[in-house]
């Protein structure tokens, strides 16, 4: 069975930091390129940040450029998003997902979201 869980979420005041976690399992995990996602009221969800299977790359989206940090821990199928200087904006659910193409298929998990909150 696939889950993804993600834990980090809360409450946090403009400027200060979380870290998002998200434990993969019921797949294989390293040969997953993995994601996190956002979505705010009212919003399409959006990309937030990548990185590939091995770690050796990553995206982010241009709003969190220099403040958030994706990496990935493969030994413990887990996935992070650093989160720094946190903004009002970026208030949303955030979701972990997992994606890999094998062949002609697209196969993708995702995980449930964890809310952030940045609101003083």
């Known amino acids: 069975q696939v889950q993804l869980v993600e834990s980090g979420g809360g409450l946090v005041q403009p400027g200060g930091s979380l870290r998002l976690s998200c434990a993969a399992s019921?797949?294989?995990?390293?040969?997953?390129?993995m994601s996190w996602y956002r979505q705010a009221p009212g919003k399409e969800r959006e990309l937030v940040a990548a990185?590939?299977?091995?770690?050796?790359?990553?995206n982010y989206a241009d709003s969190v450029k220099g403040r958030f940090t994706i990496s990935r821990d493969n030994a413990k199928n887990t996935v992070y998003l650093q989160m720094n200087s946190l903004k009002p904006e970026d208030t949303a659910v955030y979701y972990c997902?997992?994606?890999?193409?094998?062949?002609?298929?697209?196969?993708?998990?995702w995980g449930h979201g964890p809310p952030v909150t940045v609101s003083s």
């Open positions: 990185i590939t299977s091995a770690g050796g790359r990553t």
């Open positions: 019921g797949f294989t995990f390293s040969s997953y390129a």
């Open positions: 997902n997992a994606h890999r193409e094998l062949g002609f298929r697209g196969y993708d998990y």
